[in-house]
Nanobody
Framework: LVQLLESGGGSVQAGGSLRLSCEAS????????MAWFRQRPGQEREGVAG??????????TTYADSVKGRFVVTRLNRNTLVLQMDNLTPEDTATYYC??????????????????WGQGTQVTVSL
């Protein structure tokens, strides 16, 4: 059973930056993709950024259109996923979740396919 633990959320003003981290435990397979989703109050969970597995320590990153050019996702190793968020806007306010699945591909459009989820970390951006 893979367990995920997020950290790094908080409150910032618009234009500011935050860095989220996710530590996974129990990842035994090399083909285990990881991704970030977020959920705003009253809305469905949406994909933010993902890392598809392309080989040993080789990953392909994907992004939602709303965060391209502002967010950067990095898979540091098999167990660690980082999301650098710059130029934040109030629309980025949400609970951010780290997720993983035992597969090469982490689609940002199908949250139901994931095996494991973290508890979430709150990001609040004010004007």
């Amino acid at each position: 059973l893979v367990q995920l633990l997020e950290s790094g959320g908080g409150s910032v003003q618009a234009g500011g930056s935050l860095r989220l981290s996710c530590e996974a435990s129990g990842v035994s397979a090399t083909a285990y993709c990881m991704a970030w989703f977020r959920q705003r109050p009253g809305q469905e969970r949406e994909g933010v950024a993902g890392t598809d597995v392309r080989g040993p320590r080789t990953y392909r990153t994907t992004y939602a259109d709303s965060v391209k050019g502002r967010f950067v996702v990095t898979r540091l190793n098999r167990n660690t996923l980082v999301l650098q968020m710059d130029n934040l806007t109030p629309e980025d306010t949400a609970t951010y979740y780290c997720t993983a699945r035992n597969d090469d591909i982490c689609s940002l459009r199908m949250p139901d396919q994931y095996d494991s989820w973290g508890q979430g970390t709150q990001v609040t951006v004010s004007l």
